[in-house]
């Protein structure tokens, strides 16, 4: 059948059609198989209820005039009554016998004819020979020697009579016992063989309907399977072919629909991409142009105030002191700002030239930068590092998310106030947490962390100077090292960032930190207070 015969039709059609296929050879073959039970019942019935019966009572027929012959003898040489009673009785038997080979043969006109003549032969015997010898008495007796033997004589030829009728007759029913078992032994055999040739046949075409099934059902299918695995290679080029059952075509049309979107999508996605990559050029080229054009005078503006606050010191009231620390202060945080945007920029921009580190040292390296600014206030800065700890880094980069995670800690922290710095094995992690137990963050904003310029509110309210790209800088960092950051705050209580990044397998051989060490050396780990 060819692939386009099934269009149209429905999987439930096909399904239908292959159990219809199916129920037939099984109807065939029960058919067969009760045919061929009922036919060898029947034999069976006719050997066992007609036949064999007859073949026994046509026995038993025999065994009565052996019985009825073997009394007369007796009763001739020795006129005793029992032989009488012994003739009797068997001849009342033989009556009931010769009736059951009757009644058995009664359909059958041959074997009836055998039994008729086998009846006369008997009876013949019993009225010329049997009855008259029993029927004489003591008296009669004493007749001639030569009539006695003339009676004996005719009787035997009698008995040859009644056994040669006998041997027609058993040999009739001892073939048909014959003819019946073989017929019995050919269904049972015929049987056999139809419902075995049956089972072929419905192998046979259980399999052709199979092989039509696997094409019509099957084969479509996997090639449905066959272009979905392609498309999920972005293979755009790809489309189903419309064949098979209903089902299967609406499919295949659905999917080529989705390849045909998938292709305008992926058309319009590298279209947006080119857009974006010339976007992030020129944002790049802005920010550098704008970085180097606002540098310069922002420096000469430093330069100059740096001149009159030596010109006139002493000399300036107070309300120009003012204005002139306010002046140098936002100054101060353009050039901050400035950098952010030129480190953010960089950070999204390059790709981290990851090598292996000992991330100890790093750390350590960012807690001595900004220990000079928490003394300012008093801050202590608690370090507990566990050694070692090997990780791939760009170790500029990661000091710098360092720097900026540890200034928050301590720019938002109180006067005198505590910030611990702990770095642990997790797993096969690292995990830095800066702690400080400062003003905190509400909670309403914790989602909102991240964000480029977002600063929290009460930062805002306090007059803490920021850009809000600290943290936006941080993020870039960890994620250019398959790690991430998670943040734990309560408003007035203080925040815990904790930076997760990947443990290196095979640790390094740290060499030993050259310069004075910061705090007591407790149990291998380093314990520094400001």
Same mark, same amino acid.
């Given at each position: 059948m060819a692939l386009g015969a099934s269009n149209g039709r429905t999987v439930a059609g096909l399904v239908t059609a292959v159990l219809a296929r199916?129920?037939?050879?099984?109807?065939?073959?029960?058919?067969?198989?009760?045919?061929?039970?009922?036919?060898?019942?029947?034999?069976?019935?006719?050997?066992?209820?007609?036949?064999?019966?007859?073949?026994?009572?046509?026995?038993?027929?025999?065994?009565?005039?052996?019985?009825?012959?073997? #009394?007369?003898?007796?009763?001739?040489?020795?006129?005793?009554?029992?032989?009488?009673?012994?003739?009797?009785?068997? !001849?009342? !038997?033989?009556?009931?016998?010769?009736?059951?080979?009757? #009644?058995?043969?009664?359909?059958?006109?041959?074997?009836?004819?055998l039994v008729s003549e086998q009846e006369e032969a008997v009876g013949l015997w019993i009225s010329d020979y049997a009855a008259p010898r029993i029927a004489r008495t003591g008296e009669g007796a004493a007749g001639s020697l030569q009539q006695e033997r003339r009676l004996s004589r005719a009787g035997d030829e009698l008995y040859a009579d009644?056994?040669?009728?006998?041997?027609?007759?058993?040999?009739?029913?001892?073939?048909?016992?014959?003819?019946?078992?073989?017929?019995?032994?050919?269904?049972?055999?015929?049987?056999? @063989?139809?419902?075995?040739?049956?089972?072929?046949?419905?192998?046979? @075409?259980?399999? !052709?309907?199979?092989?039509?099934?696997?094409?019509? @059902?099957?084969?479509? @299918?996997?090639?449905?399977?066959?272009?979905?695995?392609?498309?999920? !290679?972005?293979?755009?080029?790809?489309?189903?072919?419309?064949?098979?059952?209903?089902?299967?075509?609406a499919v295949a049309a659905a999917l080529n629909d989705l390849a045909d979107a998938q292709a305008r999508a992926q058309a319009v996605e590298s279209r947006i991409q080119n857009e974006l990559r010339v976007l992030d050029t020129a944002k790049d080229d802005f920010v550098s142009n704008v970085s180097h054009e606002l540098r310069t005078p922002l420096t000469t503006i430093s330069g100059y105030l740096e001149l009159v606050a030596e010109e006139f010191e002493g000399k300036m009231e107070p309300r120009h002191e003012r204005i002139l620390e306010a002046t140098r202060r936002n100054v101060t945080r353009l050039k901050t700002l400035i950098d952010d945007l030129l480190t953010l920029s960089k950070a999204e921009s390059r790709p981290a030239d990851l090598e292996q580190g000992e991330l100890g040292g790093i750390l350590r390296d960012a807690v001595t930068d900004v220990r000079i600014t928490a003394a300012r206030r008093s801050i202590g800065v608690r370090v507990d590092i566990a050694e070692p700890l090997p990780v791939l880094a760009d170790r500029a980069m990661l000091q710098r998310a360092f720097l900026n995670v540890l200034t928050n800690a301590v720019k938002f922290s109180r006067e005198g106030g505590q910030v611990e710095v702990s770095a642990r094995h997790v797993g096969h992690d690292v995990v830095v947490s800066v702690t400080d137990h400062g003003i905190g963050i509400p909670a309403a904003e914790l989602d909102r962390l991240g964000t480029r310029f977002f600063r929290a509110s009460n930062a805002v309210t306090n007059e803490i100077a920021g850009t809000g790209l600290g943290l936006r800088i941080v993020q870039t960092i960890v994620d250019r090292h398959g790690g991430d950051v998670v943040i734990e705050s309560r408003e007035g209580v203080g925040t815990t960032v904790a930076l997760r990044l990947r443990l290196q397998p095979a640790p390094l051989v740290v060499e030993p930190v050259s310069g004075p060490v910061v705090g007591p050396v407790e149990r291998g780990r380093v314990t520094a207070a400001s």
């Open positions: 199916v129920g037939a050879v099984v109807c065939v073959v029960a058919l067969v198989a009760v045919a061929g039970v009922v036919a060898a019942s029947v034999a069976v019935s006719r050997l066992t209820g007609d036949l064999e019966p007859a073949v026994a009572a046509n026995r038993a027929v025999l065994q009565d005039l052996t019985e009825m012959d073997a #009394a007369t003898s007796d009763w001739a040489l020795t006129r005793e009554p029992s032989a009488v009673d012994a003739y009797d009785q068997a !001849r009342s !038997r033989l009556s009931g016998h010769q009736g059951q080979v009757r #009644a058995a043969v009664a359909g059958s006109s041959g074997l009836s004819r009644v056994l040669s009728a006998h041997q027609q007759t058993q040999g009739a029913l001892d073939a048909r016992v014959r003819s019946a078992d073989r017929q019995v032994t050919w269904v049972l055999r015929g049987t056999i @063989l139809g419902v075995v040739a049956l089972a072929v046949l419905a192998t046979l @075409l259980l399999g !052709r309907a199979k092989r039509r099934f696997l094409v019509e @059902l099957s084969e479509p @299918l996997r090639g449905l399977e066959s272009v979905v695995h392609k498309m999920a !290679r972005r293979e755009s080029h790809v489309r189903a072919a419309e064949h098979g059952p209903k089902e299967v075509r």
